[in-house]
């Protein structure tokens, strides 16, 4: 299994571009999440989904997009980047309850 | 709202002492607890899970959880310079489908 995996690594974005974050997972989990990481801080959830097809806002949802069409793919879209979206991003997945597994993450910086 | 509260530290220990990490949280609906540890620059990586009042030993890792006191620890024995990384204690929750992150305590473990 890959567990867990992300695309791109990293990523250099002008202000106003838009960009979408890859997330995938092989476990057969029904649970995905993404979360953001400023440096020397905690993560913030920004979007999970407990299913295909259903997705929810965490704690910082502005200015990002998920969608479910798949129970192993979970992107995160990025409209109009700004400058305070520079962050690590890690999209993570757990069959509910248990166990939570992280991607390797995103570092993006918006220029 | 709920809330998982950690010493961001640094706590510093020598080689070859425990190094004990505290988690307090507020839900009492929270039904199960993790330790994750994070080096710098790379995902969590879950390192233990506690489910019942009591101590969890796995390796030098021990993880005590105290319901009633709505507290969790992290015991870790003869701490290696190789510990050196950030401590999370999350709490998951069924009612809100997702873990609850602590900010984090730093160890540094000094040879």
């Known amino acids: 299994n890959a567990g867990v995996t992300q695309t791109p690594k990293f990523r250099i974005l002008k202000i106003g571009q838009s960009m979408t974050l890859q997330c995938a997972q092989d476990?057969?989990?029904?649970?995905m999440y993404w979360y953001r990481q400023d440096p020397g801080m905690g993560l913030k959830l920004i979007y999970y989904?407990?299913?295909?097809?259903?997705?929810d806002k965490g704690e910082v949802p502005n200015g990002y997009n998920v969608s479910r069409s798949t129970t192993e793919d979970f992107p995160l879209r990025l409209e109009l980047a700004a400058p305070s979206q520079t962050s690590v991003y890690f999209c993570?997945?757990?069959?509910?309850?248990?166990?939570?597994?992280f991607g390797p993450g995103t570092r993006l910086t918006v220029l | 709202q709920k809330e998982v509260e950690q010493n961001s530290g640094p706590l510093s220990v020598p080689e070859g002492a425990i190094a004990s990490l505290n988690c307090t949280y507020s839900?009492?609906?929270?039904?199960?607890f993790f330790w994750y540890r994070q080096y710098s620059g790379k995902s969590p990586e879950l390192i233990m899970s506690i489910y019942s009042n009591g101590d969890k030993e796995d390796g030098r890792f021990t993880a005590q959880l105290n319901k009633a006191s709505q507290y969790v620890s992290l015991l870790i024995r003869d701490s290696q310079p190789s510990d050196s990384a950030t401590y999370l204690c999350a709490v998951w929750n069924n009612a809100g489908n997702m873990l609850t992150f602590g900010g984090g305590t730093r160890l540094m473990v000094k040879p």
């Open positions: 476990m057969n989990h029904n649970y």
């Open positions: 839900d009492r609906g929270s039904q199960s």
């Open positions: 989904s407990v299913g295909a097809g259903i997705t």
């Open positions: 993570a997945s757990t069959l509910g309850g248990s166990e939570q597994f």
